[in-house]
Structure formats: C-alpha cells, structure tokens
C-alpha cells in the first residue's frame, strides 16, 4: 500500500520510555495510534501493536508512558481509556477511568509516574490525580486540591500542569502551576498536598527540578530560571542569558547537571547551559538544521522539542518535531549524537493495512479510510460550500440538511 505523504515515516511522539537496560524504548505515534519499538543501539524502529480504538478518534489518543515490569502503561491524551500493554503477550488491558465532566477536553495528562507497584497519572486537564493499581488494575482519584486552584485556571486551554518532578525516595511530587506563580506539591505515599505561593504574582511555571538540596523552576514567558530554597523560601534569580539567545518564550525543560543547568526553550534551537554558582550563561548546543557548505555553519530556525527523556543518570534523549530527528546527549562527557530516525516502509505497512490508511488530511485533522466517505466532504457537498466555518458546522449546516432531506 502507497502512502501519499512521506511524513508519515517519522517518529511523532510526545513521550518515550525505557526498558531497565536502556536498550529498548516504546512510543506512541501520535498519526497512526499505533506502538513502536525502537532499538536504541541500531535505531531501527519496529511495529509493535495498533492501540484500540474507543471511539474517541484516530490521532493523538495516547502520549505519555512508562514501563514497569515487562508492561507498559499509556496515559491518554484524548482517549476515554488508560491502556495496560503487557510486552510479553502484545495484549492490552483497557481501563476505564471517570470522564463524565471532561466533554471536549483533551491533553487530559501531562505525564506518568511508577511508584511503588502504583502507576500515578498527573494532570494536564484532567483535574484528578489518578493511581491505578497494577495487580488489581482499580483506580483511585485525588481531587481534593483542584478546588484551590480552579478559581486561577483564566485561559481557554484550561492547562493546570505541563511536567512535574517525583522523588523515589519520599514519594513528593511538584508540579509547577501553569496558570500562575504557584507549586503544587502531592506526596503519593499519603497523599497530601499543599500549595506553595512564590515569586511575582503575574508570574507563570512551565518546569521544576530538585538537586537535594533547593529545587530550580522555569518560568513558561520569560527566559529566567529560578533557584528556590523551600525551606527559607529564599528565590536567586539566573537571567543573564547569552546575547544571541534567540527565543520566544521561556524555558519548556531544565536538566541539572552537578554544578551546571541546562535550558530547553519552548521554542529556539540551542540549549543553554547556567553555572549554578557564577550565574555565567552560554550557548551550550546549537541545533543543526540544514547545513549549507560545512557542518560548522548553521541556519538559526526555531526548532520545537516535542520529547526530552532520561535515558541514563547524564544522558538524555531529545526528540526535535522540526526536523524529525533524535539527539541522544550526555551531559557528563559532553558528547552528542544525532540521527535521523525513520520508520522504515514495511513497517508503515503493517499498521496501514490494519486500520485503512490511504492518506492524511491536514487540514482537517482526519483519517481517511478506504471505501468510506468523509463527514466533512459529505457536509460541503451538502451545503454546497469548499469550506465550512464553526457556526456552520452547527445551526446553519443542520437546517440545510434538514431543507435537503424534506425537498
């Protein structure tokens, strides 16, 4: 079967996970809802199952996962079930979880966490924290601290968390308040939880990270990196960034490193690097795009990091949605390796041949299939119009169907 888009071959995902060797990673694909394998010595990436579908859509179902045990565990974006993908068997286990309230959300989870034989599904949108049990596969909800937050989520995206940092050894977790200028801590061990106020009031949080001795947060619209003490609540601010610091925005990640920090933009292609104790800034890394006569001269593009995962203590895997490629970086002997991970065709083919691909339509944001017609081209056709507006796709398009059905 021919694809008409060679897009389609490159990874899109938003998160990876690792075996305990490091060797093996899964991830998502975002278009076709479907898990890959990838050999992260020959970067070879096969297909491991398609994900089932619950009626919810055909793109971007599940992002976040980790594994534990032989099984992975998939947060759902869009979908109305948590899956339990056992490796051994290639079967999941869908689970249910409550969605009564969530109508026309999605990104209802900003990451995964094991903990103990418990998996711990943090919010985006979703305003609980849920556990699920793997031996018994029930499913718990923490919602007591959404009521103290609810009043300060202002924007149409509803965004309460975009990461969070857990701690194996207290089971406390933080997570930066997107819409505001707090820190949300929860311990999963007895589920407390308080609710810290910090720095300016117009202030907002994209990231946290704790060192073991004072926890370093980066704010979502403005290039500085906090240093917070929780203790004395003491906060030194890092803003002196390198002159040729090209971005819109802040700081989507932060990396601790020893006595450096490393700083991932929302948007930007370089990676800073912050001396934690003279405060000095540099370009640590500029992203290679298309180089044009050597590899030492580069052209400066905005370059969106989409996944950034521990692989190991020190080494990091990045996932670039600009160019498709992969950077594996060990910030301990300061080497890096890029490629360009590809889905190979066979591979392509055995999802598309499971679920119909013939082609994706972007501009509408739907799967075609073979032998079906499209609701949005049977909508235009029936109004007579090439494109269809929101209030369109309501009162106006119903009563022209009704005019058409009655004549």
Known sequence: MQLNTDDLKQMVFYDITFNEEGTKGWFCHIFYNALFQIDMQSHNIIFENYM??????????????????????????????????????????????????????????CGIKVYKGKVYLFPGRYPNI????????????????????????????????????CSNRDGNCMMPFWQGN???????????????ELYHSNAKFSCIKYDGKSFWISLRDDAVILNWKIETQEIEEYRDMPDTLEIEGGFAHIILNNQYIYAIPF????????????????????????????????????????????????????????????????????????????????????????????????????????????????????????RLNKAESHKVIGERIYRKLMS
């Open 130 to 165: 849920v556990e699920l049990d793997l031996n018994t596969y029930e499913v718990q909800y923490y919602s007591d601290w959404f009521g103290k937050l609810e009043s300060d989520i202002l924007d149409s995206g509803r965004v309460i968390f975009n990461s969070f940092e």
């Open 182 to 196: 707090k820190i949300f801590s929860f311990n999963l061990d007895n589920k407390n939880y308080r609710i810290y």
């Open 267 to 386: 948007q930007g292609n370089m990676i800073v690097e912050i001396q934690k104790e003279s405060k000095k800034a540099r370009c640590y890394k500029r992203l290679l795009m298309y180089p044009e006569t050597t590899m030492e001269k580069y052209i400066w593009t905005k370059n969106n990091f989409m996944c950034y995962k521990e692989i190991s203590r020190f080494k990091y895997l990045f996932y670039s949605t600009y160019d498709g490629k992969i950077y594996e970086v060990d910030f301990q002997t300061d080497t890096w390796e890029m490629y360009q991970a590809i889905i190979e065709n066979e591979e392509i083919e055995k999802v598309s041949e499971r679920i119909g691909i013939v082609e994706w339509g972007c501009e509408n944001r739907q799967m075609y299939r073979e032998n079906e017609v499209d609701l949005i081209d049977f909508l235009k056709k029936i109004v007579g119009k090439s």
């Open 52 to 109: 089932p579908d619950f009626g919810s859509g055909e793109i971007n179902q599940y992002g976040y996962i980790a594994y534990f045990e032989n099984k992975l565990v998939l947060a759902p974006r869009n979908s109305v079930r948590i899956l339990v993908y056992d490796l051994e068997k290639r079967q999941f286990k869908p689970i249910k979880f409550q969605l009564e309230t969530m109508k026309g959300i999605f990104n209802l989870f």
